[in-house]
């Protein structure tokens, strides 16, 4: 592999190439085919893995674990905090976002968060994290991701083994598509409910409702979102299991809202922005709303203002 990529940070190009050396490998076994099938385990939080879940969260760590610059490794796959070093990075990772979707042939993919000086849980927090981004296993290996306040996209060349990263420049574009599961709607929270109507709402013919696009695989959907704008929600529900929404504060809701608040939009759980939420535990689920700001501040006055 090359990588032709110089982060704006000290000491992190060496995490960088072992994610991107993770990527190809676990990019080159979903093109075999190899791992699309359910697994006999399930992950720490209980749900069904594929073969491919463990052979991705192996690839990264073993990777990982060569550099002397990542002080944790966080998992979705794992328990707790994987020492490696007493370095000053720490790594939380969705090793294979989008499973099921990767299952039925949909891009799947990884999300990683790189966060400064964590020793313990509460420290993987939006203020901590300084890099953070995902990569897409589809038609090409793409990654897209926030050095600081850098946000570039790389396109895997599968001929040369050569990287391509480029930034990208000129902020979130704007468009009135969401990206929303709406089973759950007839249990969401009556202010969201309200919300999803007005959005949908034609306003007597005279607006264009939002349109509606969901991949059930969240880089999918958030590679949509940084190439053409929009709102992803995955909303909390008055249900067993999506008390807390589905999807993991620490590996998938704040490296995501890092990237895009990087290109000037931003996020919420409804109340505050997922970069201000505090995390209690490595695992902890969390109601996301991530997108362009004007649609982040309708959510959360749709919320206040919820008669
Ligand atoms: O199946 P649902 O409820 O539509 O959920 C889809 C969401 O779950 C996820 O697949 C996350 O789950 P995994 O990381 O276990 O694949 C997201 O990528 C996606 O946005
Ligand atoms: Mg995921």
Redo the contacts with the bound molecule.
Sequence with gaps: MSLNFKSQLQNLDGIYAALFSAAEIIYAELKKGAGLKFATSSNESG?DQIEL?VIADEAFFDALKRDGNVRYVVS?ERPGLNKVSDGRYSVAL?P??????ALVGIP?GAIFGVFENAEVAKDFNGKNIVSGGFFVFGMNLEAYFADGDKVYKGIFNQDTSEWKVLPIEGGLPSADVLAI?G?NQMVWDAWLQAHYADLLDTHNGTTKPHNMR??????S?MKRMVLQGGLFV?PRANIKGYEEG??RLVY?AIPMAFLIAAMGGSSTDGDQSLLDLPVETLHQKTAVFIGEKSKIERVEAAKRNHA
Aim: no cysteine; aromatic share 12%.
């Design positions: 749900d879940d979705e969705d294979l976002d989008g499973s099921k979707s799947s599961n089973q969901w991949y059930a695989s969240m880089v959907d995955y589905k999807l998938e």
